[in-house]
């Protein structure tokens, strides 16, 4: 019998988000595929040190507890089968349910993440990330930063996801008003609109799945815990207040920073992963907790 994935909390990671592939990627870069490839083979007993996303996709694995199947993990990789030896070594050593991958040998992922049903999809390559977006599927750009300390013996019994609002959460048209016209035209803006939802960002999707994950627990047991870390601050918090509820999306907490740095509250939190548009605060966040960048649909900047 076929596996159905529709119904299912679908996670697309690359094997360099996934692990810390940083030095292999040095090689492919300045020495070229050939010894890439030799590099991978001589050393696929040699196991990888977990990656910036290692946690998550650990953490996720508890949604399949207690006979629940919840979610599925894939490997997407740009690798051969040939140089996926030592990634598969790895998992398993690790002891993560990891079955299914897409190696692809350097060909696009994107065609083949609508046909996993991607729900999220996680890489350490821009333009693999940007073609995600570009296909309406909610991805990011995993930050690496060396002091950023991985244990892969932590046992995470709760995960933790924090959102950005505009441009990730929600489309970007009232981000682009504050950067064309300024802080004035945007508070403006959001009070003659306080009303109206918010459209969808390329995260919105991903939300609401994991709200009607979190539906199916008790009050104060869901496996995941989530959090908006947004720049805005009061009043435009309103119309974000609204959208949540149009949508009858859970957020479990909300901070309205207005300007404040978001790092902090995000290590306060635990994120085990931040989602955000901007380097201004995908950088700093990068040094505490696991961070992901999230491209501007290219689409649309063509369209304006």
Partial sequence: MAL???????????????FDLEEE????????????????????????????????????HSLNADGRYLTEIIVMSKNNTDTSLRIFNSIGHYGLHISR??????????????????????SANESDVQEAIDANIAAGIICSHAGLPIDPEDDIRQIRIAFDGDAVIFSDESERIY?????????????????????????????????????????GKAPIRTALVTARSTPAHERVIRTLRAWNVRIDEAFFLGGVPKS?????????????????????????????????????????
Avoid at 31 to 60: M, S, V, W
């Fill in 4 to 18: 159905a994935l529709d119904d299912k909390l679908v996670i697309g990671v690359s094997s360099r988000a996934l």
């Fill in 25 to 60: 990627n040095r090689i492919f870069e300045q020495e070229g595929l050939r010894a890439y490839c030799d590099y991978q083979i001589a050393h696929e007993n040699d196991i990888l040190k977990p990656g910036t996303a290692f946690p998550l996709i650990k953490a996720l």
């Fill in 101 to 122: 991958a897409a190696l692809v040998s350097g060909s696009s992922l994107a065609p083949y993440l609508n046909a996993f049903h991607t729900d999220l999809f996680l």
């Fill in 179 to 219: 950067q064309d016209k300024g802080l004035d035209a945007f508070a403006e803006f959001e009070q003659r609109n306080a009303s109206q939802p918010l459209p969808e960002g390329p995260f919105a999707k991903l939300l609401k799945t994991i709200s009607l994950i979190q539906q199916d627990f008790p009050e």
């Fill in 264 to 304: 902090e509250v995000l290590a306060a939190f635990g994120a085990h992963i931040f989602f955000d548009d901007q380097t201004v605060h995908t950088d700093p966040a990068s040094r505490l907790v696991p961070t992901a960048r999230v491209p501007y649909k290219q689409k649309m900047q063509i369209e304006e």
